[in-house]
């Protein structure tokens, strides 16, 4: 199932196929030039991978040669050699990750099918979160509430806050981008940035400006079971139960079924698809009409497990959603979970042992190291715009 | 449309045959007059020259920004980072808070045995320049290899990893005690302009700091259209229509995307320690995204490209801002039985402009001719095309 939604030109017509191909070492005449071309081929493979290990390799190491503080008893602090603390970073990370990666494989759908960085899609996923508190209070959720009751009303909150989001963002895609499909790319980057702010003011509008603490419905801090000292919380299983199933069907939707098909073929090359008979349009709808239920999902995902929800917050997750799909490789839906997995364990190594309020800084440091070593990403080819 | 902009050109010939030819310089210079009185207008304390003082330090970003997104065609989403230098210059070079040195340079005699770093506006503005020109080049060099919202989005990582720094600077030590930045308290108490035969400037009398905001914007305006005019200038625009075809041709693309970002940063950066300087303190807090797409819009809403319309825009959305929304219209909202004021979403209204200004207008109120061609011949031309596609009947 090898399907890297790869993208051609969203400007038809303004063809401009100015593709940057290296050029090929001259070998016998500079031989310093050749060896640094060879650098900086090898810098490129293994470059990001030598940076994504840094932080966890260094910390497992410290971990076992210094040990860490692992609980106080009587006055003692009790010191572990072992790797249960990174055991726990990562169990943490890779369930971040995982709403991270819900939302990252809606970045990479829309910038494959018409190479737009959707700026709005944070933003339509904090509309997610939003919509999904408020269906809580709409279906008289609360801490009483039985478990079987919680977890119906679950599944009814995420089924209405997809449709929210995925109909909004059709809409977002017909009022802002679909006039300025033949304009420079510039226009519709700009475009985005708009409605991503005018979404941003209608979650201030909606729920004020500060943080605001919502009920811990499934009491997503217990711990369910241990594995090798780690504990796994019921949010970590919320988490993956909810991303699971929905990236599997995605990837069975978009490789097996008639409408994928027409995706892929329109992401190739968007006018010979509809020399085909694809409708193009309302097939750059369906994409966003799915990138905007996977958001949805995330945003309920994200309310049950951090217990807060913020008008702001779908900037900061909007931003390391798409760090996360450049890293796996922009258009490549599988990469997208991948980078998302990956941006979820650097986020949570960050948190608990550099601080923070450091993570932002870190994760974006990441991302220009992705620009500068690997411009394609982990498992991305190369795209026009990157090479 | 086309008989009205017929007529125009036709009124705009008939015109220029009555005027003599040196009628533009004699606007100009009748403007740059306005400009100078139009303190003894407003009277030194109103706030609308207070907003007006604002308004032009914004115009003057907008016009750097314009070096950078409009004739080099780098969208440039990290501008903050350059208040933010600019801003911090103002803040480290003139106030006490570097308590562990005692430099003095030109100030006011009050000044001369205070501790800390304190240098004369000028310097701190030629600072200013140097520091963002360099950090320009330094955020420009990954982006050399990408191209359109790649670069976007780098420049974006950089602004917010100044904005981090600038709110954790607090945790970073420098030497002695002290530190990189304040944070979120502030680094205030910064000194007021002085100069020699004038003395001091003060927040009582607001007509110095116009005429010397005034000053930066016409000597701004004034680089900024020689470079656009030079050789400099049109290897940009060569290299925003075709970066293939223009380094075929010879351009430097290392050299003259650079030279972009320095520029376009150094405009920023004057601005930015202005700004430090007139608000009389730095708060970490205020270098936040949200800024840079502020800058964004007025270059957008001016006409992406045009010296004038990033002077319009600037001013325009800075009068909006500091004017229009604040004293105006803030109470808007409560008249139709909101609860909110209007204030707290000036960037969603910013944000409507921006879609507004995009969809109707892409060109932006005062375009540049080339960019007019660029943003509707084309979209005007593929529109009859693509309008003959039958939209319905073909479906998957």
Redesign the interface.
């Known amino acids: 199932m090898r399907h890297p939604l790869r993208a051609r030109l969203a400007n038809v017509g303004h063809v401009n196929t100015t593709t940057i191909t290296p050029s090929p070492p001259v070998m016998a005449a500079r031989p310093v030039a050749a060896a640094l071309a060879a650098a900086r081929q090898y810098v490129g493979r293994w470059g990001l991978i030598v940076a994504l290990l840094a932080l966890p390799v260094y910390y497992g190491i410290n971990d076992l040669v210094s040990g860490y503080q692992a609980a106080v008893v009587a006055g003692h602090p009790v010191i572990h050699h072992d790797l249960s603390k990174l055991g726990f970073n990562f169990a943490e990370g890779l369930s971040d990750g995982a709403i991270w990666a819900l939302i990252a494989i809606g970045y990479t759908l829309v910038y494959g099918i018409i190479e737009l960085i959707n700026f709005a899609h944070g933003d339509v996923f904090m509309i997610g979160s939003f919509t999904a508190v408020g269906m809580w209070s709409v279906l008289g959720l609360s801490l009483t509430t039985s478990m079987l009751g919680v977890i119906g009303g679950l599944i009814v909150a995420l089924i209405i806050s997809m449709l929210t989001t995925g109909t909004l963002n059709v809409l977002i895609e017909k009022v802002a981008y679909k006039p300025l499909r033949s304009a420079p790319k510039v226009a519709p980057l700009i475009t985005a940035i708009g409605c991503s702010f005018i979404l941003q003011n209608v979650g201030l509008l909606w729920r004020g400006g500060s943080q605001q603490s919502v009920n811990d419905l499934l009491g997503s801090q217990d711990v369910v079971f241990t594995v090798a000292g780690v504990p796994i919380l019921r949010g970590y299983l919320l988490a993956w139960a909810v991303t699971i199933p929905l990236v599997f069907g995605l990837s069975w939707f978009i490789s097996r079924t008639r409408p994928g098909k027409a995706m892929r073929a329109t992401a190739q090359d968007p006018e010979a698809a509809r020399l085909m008979g694809i409708n193009v349009n309302s097939t750059i709808s369906l994409t966003f009409l799915l990138g905007g239920m996977l958001a949805g999902a995330a945003g309920l995902v994200y309310a049950v497990y951090e217990t807060q929800v913020w008008y702001f917050q779908g900037f900061r997750a909007g931003l390391f959603a798409f760090t996360a799909a450049v890293m796996g490789g922009i258009g490549n839906v599988r990469g997208a979970v991948l980078g998302g997995l990956i941006i979820g364990v650097i986020q949570s190594l960050s948190d608990e042992r550099i601080g923070p309020q450091w993570t932002e800084a870190i994760v974006f440091a990441y991302l220009i190291a992705i620009m500068v070593l690997r411009p394609k990403g982990l498992l991305g080819e190369e795209t026009r715009e990157a090479g | 449309m086309t008989e009205l902009r017929a007529q125009l050109s036709e009124w705009q010939a008939a015109a220029e045959r009555v005027l003599p030819r040196w009628w533009t310089k004699a606007l100009a210079g009748v403007l740059v007059l306005i400009g100078v009185a139009l303190p003894f207008i407003t009277g030194s304390q109103s706030g609308f020259l207070n907003g007006t003082i604002v308004a032009i330090a914004y115009a003057v970003m907008a016009l750097g920004l314009n070096v950078v ?1 409009g004739m080099a ?1 780098l ?1 440039d ?1 990290g501008y903050v980072a350059f208040y933010a230098f600019g801003a911090y210059c103002a803040g480290w070079f003139g106030s006490g808070f570097f308590f562990g040195l005692h430099v003095h340079v030109g100030v006011a005699p009050t000044l001369s045995h205070a501790i800390g770093i304190h240098l004369n506006i000028v310097l701190i503005l030629l600072a200013a320049v140097v520091i963002c020109a360099v950090a320009g080049v330094i955020i420009g060099l ?2 050399l ?6 670069i ?3 420049t ?3 602004g ?2 100044i904005g ?2 600038a ?2 600077g607090q945790s970073i030590h420098v030497g002695g005690g002290m530190t990189l930045t304040a944070g979120n308290l502030g680094i205030s108490a910064i000194d007021q302009p002085w100069f020699p035969g004038v003395g001091s400037f003060s927040l009582l009398d607001l007509r110095p700091w116009y005429w010397l905001i005034f000053a930066i914007l016409l000597i701004v305006l004034f680089v900024n259209v020689r470079v656009r005019d030079s050789r400099l200038g049109r290897a940009w625009v060569a290299l925003r229509e ?3 075809a223009a380094v075929s041709m010879g351009i430097p693309l290392v050299k003259t995307k650079l030279m972009a970002y320095a520029i376009g940063a150094a405009f920023g950066g004057m601005s930015g320690a202005f700004i430090g300087a007139y608000n009389t303190q730095v708060n970490a807090g205020q270098f936040q ?2 800024f840079s ?1 502020f800058i ?2 007025m270059v ?1 809403v001016g006409g ?1 490209g045009s010296i004038w319309g990033a002077l319009a825009g600037g001013l325009l959305l800075g009068y909006i801002n500091n004017y229009l929304i604040p004293d105006v219209l803030n109470d808007l909202p409560s008249r139709f039985g909101l609860h ?1 004021q209007l204030s ?2 000036s ?2 209204i ?6 507004l200004v ?2 109707v207008r ?1 060109q932006g109120l005062f375009p540049e001719r080339r960019r007019t061609l ?2 509707t011949g ?2 005007a031309a ?2 009859a ?2 309008g003959a ?1 039958p ?1 319905a009947g ?3």
């Open positions: 997104v065609g969208l989403l990954p982006t290899r990408l191209r359109g919202d790649y976007a989005i780098v974006l990582a950089f917010e990893i981090v720094l709110v954790n075709d970066e293939v995204f949200g797409v964004v819009a957008v992406i909110f707290s979403v960037f969603g910013f944000g409507f402009l921006l879609v995009m969809v892409p660029e943003m084309e979209v593929l529109d095309e693509l596609e939209e073909n479906a998957i």
